[in-house]
């Protein structure tokens, strides 16, 4: 996927993948910033602004998934910004296309979203729950599912014109059927070392030219103590009075409201958002009509999950044969939570008519009020308990090392180390690090590494870190901001580099000289023993296997390796790999098996709309941008 990316980084298509998830990055690992930041915008599109902390959250998130090595060529920011104004240009359109989504189709979606299941069923509290952890407002969340709808409904009427003839599938399953296998010459860059000889001038004007690559990370050098509020915990003794108390003082914690275990089938009135008085009420009278001839198939011995399964129109709890699992009062709309109160265990009501629609309810277990004793709770109090004390007794501990630290340097480090030990707490000085050395605790924790490197030398992180279980005090003693050495201090790097660079150039140039004598006619194998290369012969392959057997190459599924034929042999260009370059000649070729097509013709077809889908979106975007007054504001990209 990387390669992938990385291959189609400033493409259209990338710009839609980013749009496709960000709705994930609603939720996961991202608070509100405050500040300035919430009243400024990252851009403008027709005089709607983006806000920069929409922005800055998608795009810190997406960033945590892409190996460094990655990132730096992906241009990431002028992505996340293109794909928002994308979106902010598609659902301007739909609006003036006259395209609306309604109530039901938000609470479907919301309803058939995973991330609000629990046991395979929408939890309502977890919905509430999770939209507060992350400061979300409910209205805030519909309307953005109401902007997803209303962007895919948009994409999918763009692309109902769109046709796929199996001329088009057979093509595909042809190119991706055949299988290749080839001759292979290698030619590594080290063998061609010895011919580089570099200049002092030569290496200056590389260095000059290549400053980036000798980049230096910003690093330091710490003192740090932690403690570990586990350990300390194994020594706490709790007394039996203190759990008695801690219980009898959070007894609500351990008393559990009646609770309810119902099934329901939901039949939802079907009217358009502009539709006429007379024809809500049509479309009402319909589910009614239709509810209550279910209730009558009930009546008469019909199988309550199967219907549910067939025709409810809740289609989380539907799948599940309308079991909606427990739940409390107040968790559910009055009328329905009416009903199920005055229901019997295996009862089943008449027709339940809510904002939603007309509900069959059947009451299918009841939990009345009860309290936890005390001797089930126990062990989780005195745990609780011991956790509590051991956390007010390590940061007591800590505060008293804190001014140790402070003026502690590398000169006085063992008497700190005395004090700490007979606090329980244990003192580690690192070397220079940066923050991937992730060997290093203090870089590969991403707490510690925050407060870390904003410290300046000498300084002393300004409150104890609690992270994973234990509490650290921070202390940078020496700090070099990330820069480029000068070429004297690199010298010896800038040779390395410059050699490795220059050996892949000439393997690359002798590789194409190959390739030119090839097509000329030369033998192959005449030409492997005359330049004394390794060689040897690959595996049938094809353009879905990603990589060629045994060497590892990835070569794309466009590649022209795959169609190489025994009039055209030579593939025209050389392959790089991490040690040189390959050349490759077709040795032998298998056609696709036609018998196979009809299995796989509707997927090839799906896949071809799909592509042709996002290639039609990609250009009518593009033609929405032309036109469109749209402003970057460059300091935050």
């Known amino acids: 996927m990387l390669a992938f990316i990385r291959e189609k980084k400033r493409s259209k298509f990338v710009i839609l993948i980013l749009g496709v998830i960000i709705l994930v990055f609603v939720f996961w690992g991202m608070s509100p910033q405050g500040g300035a930041i919430n009243n400024a915008s990252v851009a403008t599109v027709d005089g709607t602004p983006i806000p920069l902390e929409t922005y800055s959250r998608i795009y810190q998130e997406r960033a945590k998934q892409i190996p460094k090595e990655f990132l730096e060529n992906m241009n990431l920011r002028q992505d996340v910004a293109d794909m928002l104004i994308n979106r902010v240009l598609i659902a301007n359109a739909a609006r003036k296309d006259g395209v609306k989504v309604s109530k039901g189709e938000v609470q479907d979606g919301i309803l058939a979203d995973p991330t609000f299941h629990n046991d395979g069923k929408f939890d309502f509290d977890f919905y509430i729950s999770l939209l507060n952890r992350n400061r979300i407002k409910e209205e805030d969340y519909e309307a953005s599912i109401k902007e997803e709808i ?11 014109t769109i046709t796929v003839i199996e001329t088009e599938a057979r093509k595909l399953f042809e190119r991706e059927g055949r299988e290749v296998s080839l001759n292979y010459a290698e030619l590594k860059s080290k063998s061609f070392e010895a011919s580089v000889k570099p200049t002092d001038e030569d290496l200056e004007k590389y260095y000059e030219e290549n400053k980036s690559t000798f980049m230096r990370p ?51 009135p079907s009217a358009s958002d502009g539709a006429s008085p007379e024809e809500l009420v049509k479309a009402k009278d319909a589910a009614r009509e239709k509810a209550a ?75 009345d009020d009860r309290t936890t004793p005390l001797k089930e709770v126990r062990e989780d109090i005195e745990d609780v308990l011991k956790r509590n004390e051991a956390d007010e007794e390590a940061r007591a501990r800590m505060a008293s090392l804190f001014a140790v630290l402070e003026s502690t340097d590398v000169d006085s480090i063992e008497a700190l180390r005395a004090q700490a030990k007979s606090s329980g707490a244990v003192v580690k000085l690192t070397e220079l690090f940066a923050e991937d050395d992730t060997e290093v605790e203090l870089a590969s924790n991403q707490r510690l590494s925050d407060e870390a490197f904003v410290l300046n030398a000498g300084a002393i992180a300004n409150s104890i870190v609690d992270s994973r279980g234990k509490l650290y005090i921070i202390k940078v003693l020496e700090r070099v901001d990330a820069h480029v050495p000068a070429f004297d201090k690199v010298k010896g790097l800038i040779k390395e580099v410059f050699i490795e660079a220059r050996s892949r150039e000439l393997a690359d140039a002798a590789g194409k000289e190959i390739i030119k004598e090839l097509k000329e006619g030369k033998s192959f194998k005449g030409i492997v023993k005359k330049r004394s290369l390794k060689s040897g012969k690959t595996e049938f392959f094809k353009s879905g296997d990603g990589s060629i057997p045994k060497l590892n190459v990835y070569v794309s599924e ?10 055209a042999p030579v593939y025209e260009e050389t392959v790089p790999y991490a040690d040189g370059v390959y050349v490759f000649v077709l040795r032998s070729s298998k056609e696709a098996d036609n018998a196979g097509f009809t299995a796989v013709r ?25 036109v469109a007054d749209i402003t970057y504001n460059e300091d935050y990209m």
């Open 150 to 160: 209303l962007i895919q409904k948009m994409t999918n009427k763009m692309a109902s």
């Open 218 to 268: 910003t690093e330091i050098k710490a003192l740090y103590v932690y403690l570990d509020k586990k350990e300390l915990a194994k020594s706490v003794s709790v007394l039996e009075e203190e759990i008695q108390a801690r219980y009898e003082k959070n007894i609500s914690r351990y008393t559990k409201p009646v609770e309810f275990k119902a099934s329901h089938i939901l039949i939802k």
């Open 293 to 367: 001839g279910l209730l009558k198939e009930l009546k008469g011995g019909a199988n309550f999950e199967a219907l549910a399964k067939k025709h409810s129109e809740d289609k989380g709890s539907g799948a599940n044969g309308g079991d909606l699992g427990y739940f409390g009062l107040g968790r559910m709309v009055k009328p329905f939570e009416t009903a199920v109160v005055n229901l019997n265990i295996g009862e089943t009501s008449e027709l339940v008519e809510t904002r939603f629609g007309f509900h069959i309810i059947r009451l299918d277990d009841k939990l």
């Open 558 to 567: 466009g590649s022209e390796i795959f169609t190489l034929t025994t009039e």
């Open 602 to 626: 509707d997927k090839l077809k799906g896949r071809i709309f799909n592509e042709k889908k996002q290639e039609l979106i990609g250009d009518w975007i593009e033609g929405l941008r032309e």
